[in-house]
T-cell receptor, first 117, second 114 residues
Framework: GAVVSQHPSRVICKSGTSVKIECRSLDFQATTMFWYRQFPKKSLMLMATSNEGSKATYEQGVEKDKFLINHASLTLSTLTVTSAHPEDSSFYICSARDRAGGWETQYFGPGTRLLVL | AQSVTQLGSHVSVSEGALVLLRCNYSSSVPPYLFWYVQYPNQGLQLLLK??????LVKGINGFEAEFKKSETSFHLTKPSAHMSDAAEYFC????????????FGQGTTLQVKP
């Protein structure tokens, strides 16, 4: 089956530093990847849509300068949390849409837990 | 606009009992509906999806869901709960068009007691 990986799985950083999270589709090409944020006991909130070779589109209320997204290839998208603060601590999940599948087919990564001290 | 409401943030059943997780949706266009399961510290796994074909959808691990337009519901069921079914379950609706964007419900934690 289709596999999406995320790296790192867990990261702790100091306030003010930047953190990069990678999302990779391991066995399929993904023209579109999505980035979600999940708070404890809460639903997933879509942050942005990442399209290969173009700028990401951000959801309302998400700071694009805070959460930098790059989708450099058909198998890799990165989310960089810049100048992280404790309120950025969360579980970040990516999903990838299979280029060969239907538009409704997407696969989720295992998530990255970010803790900002 | 699309939205999803999951009734009951926490459901507890005994092993072998019926599982019923409720999901109601609101959509201005014919909806595509999904159920996902999330195990602790893991990403989401698709259980099943409704894409305007058969209203009764069968998924993995013995789960199924029925799309009822008149009730705007898409409840998830499983005849007999297993301990391994304990997890977080999310209902989601597509935002519309073919963007792939999903709107998730708040999630329901399923507890299975021995």
């Amino acid at each position: 089956g289709a596999v999406v990986s995320q790296h790192p799985s867990r990261v702790i950083c100091k306030s003010g530093t930047s953190v990069k999270i990678e999302c990779r589709s391991l066995d399929f090409q993904a023209t579109t990847m999505f980035w979600y944020r999940q708070f404890p006991k809460k639903s997933l909130m879509l942050m942005a849509t990442s399209n290969e070779g173009s700028k990401a589109t951000y959801e309302q209320g998400v700071e694009k300068d805070k959460f930098l997204i790059n989708h450099a290839s058909l198998t890799l998208s990165t989310l960089t949390v810049t100048s992280a603060h404790p309120e950025d601590s969360s579980f970040y999940i990516c999903s990838a849409r299979d280029r060969a599948g239907g538009w409704e087919t997407q696969y989720f990564g295992p998530g990255t837990r970010l803790l900002v001290l | 606009a699309q939205s999803v409401t999951q009734l009951g943030s926490h459901v507890s059943v005994s092993e072998g009992a019926l599982v019923l997780l409720r999901c109601n949706y609101s959509s201005s266009v014919p909806p595509y509906l999904f159920w996902y399961v999330q195990y602790p510290n893991q990403g989401l796994q698709l259980l099943l999806k409704y894409t305007s074909a058969a209203t009764l959808v069968k998924g993995i691990n013995g789960f199924e869901a029925e799309f009822k337009k008149s009730e705007t519901s898409f409840h998830l069921t499983k005849p007999s709960a297993h301990m391994s079914d304990a997890a977080e379950y999310f209902c989601a609706v597509s935002r519309g068009g073919n963007t792939g964007k999903l709107i998730f419900g708040q999630g329901t934690t399923l507890q299975v007691k021995p």
